[in-house]
């Protein structure tokens, strides 16, 4: 077997006992050179841990992911909606996504060459098909909005028009308790909060990046930067408080 494999088998078990591995696998090299592989290979799995270990609702025909960023040409004549004002579920739009329960910080950079109608791109937090969100930057009618649409058997819209085409938008989302707060910037420093919503709390919710293009023939569309971040649960945190020794 060629060495480079071989390392890469014990990447995931080498923090402590890399040598001691190579010499019951009689290995003929150095340790220098050993050490310097299983550096890379452990950098390469680290920095692996938010997209190459999630998975697709919906998988785009065409997408991939390079140097930390997913870039995908989005599915022509798809999206997420349910019965509200237009009258049809749809629930057929590319979704990437990890799961996690409890509480949590998840934002990204969103860069998109919008061109039709109704083009979209942001994150998306999903229970099931009658309960998550989806909140980023929607193309309508000629102008750049920021868009949430807050799904519990039906859907709800809310936009806020942004008044010049921006290059990029940061969506940030923060889940506590049975909460989630949705802020955009433009920075990624200066965040503004653009909804407020209920998400049933204690309960595991699928969380991610999505893109659709309901009226359009698709579109391409990258996300850079995508992070989930774990918050300490607050009623524990309160807990800890009153019960301090």
Known sequence: MPFYIQAFTFAKVIKTHSYSILEKLNMKTNKKTVSILFALLITQIISAQTLEKMQWYNEPEQWEIKDKTISMYVTPQSDYWRISHYGFTVDDAPFYYSTYGGEFEAKVKITGEYKARFDQAGLML????????????????????????????????????IDKPVPYIWIKAIRRLDAVEISYSFDDKNYIMMRNAWLK??????????????????????????KVQHLPDMRRLEWLKRNAE
């Open 126 to 161: 999903r229970i099931d098909p009658e309960n998550y969100m989806k909140a980023g930057i929607e193309f309508v009618d000629g102008k750049f909005n920021l868009s949430t649409v807050v799904t519990h058997k039906t859907s709800d819209w809310s936009v806020i028009t």
């Open 201 to 226: 709390d204690n309960t595991p919710v699928m969380v991610g990046i999505m893109a659709a293009c309901p009226d359009g023939k698709g579109f391409n569309v990258k996300f850079e930067h995508f």
